[in-house]
């Protein structure tokens, strides 16, 4: 047995006409194959928790210039006292320096995590970012559509256009 058709949902012209432009007429105005657009303030409570936060000040330091210069002093400190320059007796990290070697990869250890963590952050960041753009766009298509059609132009005309140069633009830059 075969499904029925969609009935459209909207009796505006307009609509019908976004409705019909992702090449289904199922009453939805945006294309949901594509686009999922997520609750924005679950997605703003959720990255915002307290250890992404440090995360990210942790991550913004290690990035500074201050994080160099403290590091490259500490390095240096380290090694003209384990050179034997203030005497053979506070030297506790005798060449080739295996606790610094040690203390140094654990740091990186850490120091890439909360890169990672800072960076799943933005990512989250972005998604909200894209999911409201989608939205300013489709509300944008929207009206776009309904002037168009209150000022009495082919909307037929403009999709075949804007299809043209889509494939076109596509065409260009797929190689």
């Given at each position: 047995?075969?499904?029925?058709?969609?009935?459209?949902?909207?009796?505006?012209?307009a609509c019908q006409i976004i409705d019909r432009a992702d090449g289904?007429?199922?009453?939805?105005?945006?294309?949901?194959?594509h686009y999922k657009v997520k609750n924005e303030?679950?997605?703003f409570a959720?990255?915002?928790?307290?250890?992404?936060?440090?995360a990210d000040k942790?991550?913004?330091?290690?990035?500074?210039?201050?994080?160099?210069?403290?590091?490259?002093?500490w390095f240096g400190t380290w090694i003209i006292v384990n050179a034997g320059a203030l005497g053979a007796s506070v030297i506790f990290d005798?060449?080739?320096?295996g606790l610094l070697t040690m203390i140094v990869s654990?740091?990186?250890?850490?120091?890439?995590?909360?890169?990672?963590?800072?960076?799943?952050?933005q990512a989250a960041r972005a998604d909200i970012r894209s999911d409201l753009d989608f939205?300013?766009?489709?509300?944008?298509?929207?009206?776009?559509?309904?002037?168009?059609?209150?000022l009495g132009i082919d909307s037929t005309h403009v999709e075949e256009v804007v299809k043209m140069a889509i494939d076109g633009f596509r065409a260009e830059h797929e190689t």
């Open positions: 047995m075969e499904e029925p058709a969609p009935t459209p949902v909207h009796t505006c012209p289904v007429e199922d009453g939805k105005l945006y294309k949901t194959t303030r679950a997605l959720q990255i915002k928790k307290r250890e992404d936060e440090v942790i991550t913004a330091f290690a990035g500074s210039l201050s994080f160099v210069y403290i590091h490259s002093v005798k060449f080739p320096y654990l740091e990186a250890i850490f120091l890439a995590t909360f890169v990672m963590v800072s960076q799943n952050r939205e300013t766009n489709l509300r944008s298509e929207i009206w776009s559509v309904h002037i168009g059609q209150a």
